[in-house]
């Protein structure tokens, strides 16, 4: 169980997350994004801490996603694997593990995470979010 797919929208590109917990669909929405921006490296990394605070799960998952992306590009560096530790409770905390980024490969520029049919639930069996980026 738990895994993304991207959706298809006319102006922007969709993620749809899945997990048996909240920590784990965070988790699945950032390896999405990743492969997106075509910086899914899985390996060794450097941790870069990542905490961020909001009223509700969709909030912290925008939140979430756009800290990724802020670090990604400031750090000039691949995404080589992600942790959240605790999600909910108006916070989610966690980290990602950041390598040099390698040749480059077919990416999506992706401005933001938004809140545009933003949905994060739970489910029988765990926890569904979806999620739109900006392009």
Request: proline content about 7%.
């Amino acid at each position: 169980m738990g895994g993304f797919e991207l959706l298809e929208h006319t102006a922007d590109i969709g993620i749809r997350a899945t997990g048996a917990s909240l920590e784990e669909v965070f988790e699945h929405a950032t390896v999405g994004l990743a492969e997106l921006l075509g910086a899914w490296r899985p390996g060794p990394g450097e941790p870069a801490p990542v905490a961020v605070d909001a009223g509700d799960p969709g909030g912290l998952l925008v939140d979430w996603l756009n800290e990724v992306i802020w670090l990604r590009e400031v750090r000039d560096a691949a995404v080589a694997g992600v942790q959240v530790e605790a999600a909910g409770e108006g916070r989610a905390t966690g980290a990602l593990l950041l390598a040099p980024p390698a040749p480059p490969v077919d990416g999506t520029t992706v401005k933001a995470a938004t809140y545009h049919r933003l949905r994060v639930e739970r489910q029988p069996g765990g926890w569904l979010a979806e999620v739109y980026l900006d392009v």
